[in-house]
């Protein structure tokens, strides 16, 4: 089985600072890592994802993100946040081998950014 | 490209009665699944269906149910309704074959049980 800890519940940040949302994750088995947003009564919308290879990946919105196998960690990060990233943001795993499409999803970290 | 297409959006039932949600896919995905999201639980993998079969299954009470048609069109039921069913329903469809897995979600159902 396959679990899913972001690390913090809120992060409040101001308009054009730095931000990195932590994600670590727990597996017996290889897996894809995902970073997913949700606005208020919207759906999930899909930010990036790493299946392999380059462990830095760039996502939409100028986010990214870097799997570290040997932490376990898949942090998403933003250089300057704007107001309109104000959002909840959900990381999630899925098993890489097997024809299933599950994903565990983490409890999600609100992130709110102040002017 | 129209994305998934999931309705009603709202709805709002009594204790005891039952629903049926339903979700149009994105053209040319074959794969449907279903998750529940609420306050305490976060989301939760519900079921998946994959060319009308459910392929896999999360943890849920029998009163949870589902089923995909041959146009990939899904509808999922939720019988004897419980004020804990109150949730945004989401479903998501991916392209089998793709081997990232990604998965697309609708905008949701949120159920209401009072």
């Known amino acids: 089985a396959q679990s899913v800890t972001q690390l913090d519940s809120q992060v409040p940040v101001f308009e054009e600072a730095p931000v990195e949302l932590r994600c670590n994750y727990s597996s017996s088995v290889s897996v894809y890592l995902f970073w997913y947003v949700q606005y208020p009564n919207q759906g999930l919308q899909l930010l990036l994802k790493y299946l392999s290879g380059s462990t830095l990946v760039k996502g939409i919105n100028g986010f990214e993100a870097e799997f570290n196998k040997s932490q376990t960690s898949f942090h998403l990060r933003k250089p300057s946040v704007h107001i309109s990233d104000t959002a909840e943001y959900f990381c999630a795993v899925s098993v890489s081998s097997g024809s299933a499409r599950q994903l565990t999803f983490g409890s999600g970290t609100q992130l709110t950014v102040l002017p | 490209k129209a994305g998934v297409t999931q309705t009603p959006r709202y709805l709002i039932k009594t204790r005891g009665q039952q629903v049926t949600l339903s979700c149009s896919p994105i053209s040319g995905h074959r794969s449907v699944s279903w998750y529940q999201q609420t306050p305490g639980q976060g989301l939760q993998f519900l079921f998946e269906?994959?060319?009308?079969?459910?392929?896999n299954k999360g943890n849920f009470p029998g009163r949870f149910s589902g089923r995909q048609f041959s146009n990939s069109r899904s509808e999922m039921n939720v019988s004897t309704l419980e004020l804990g069913d109150s949730a945004l329903y989401l479903c998501?469809?991916?392209?089998?074959?793709?081997?990232?897995?990604?998965?697309?979600f609708g905008e949701g159902s949120w159920l209401t049980v009072v």
């Open positions: 998501a469809s991916s392209f089998q074959g793709d081997s990232g897995n990604t998965i697309y």
């Open positions: 269906y994959f060319s009308e079969t459910q392929r």
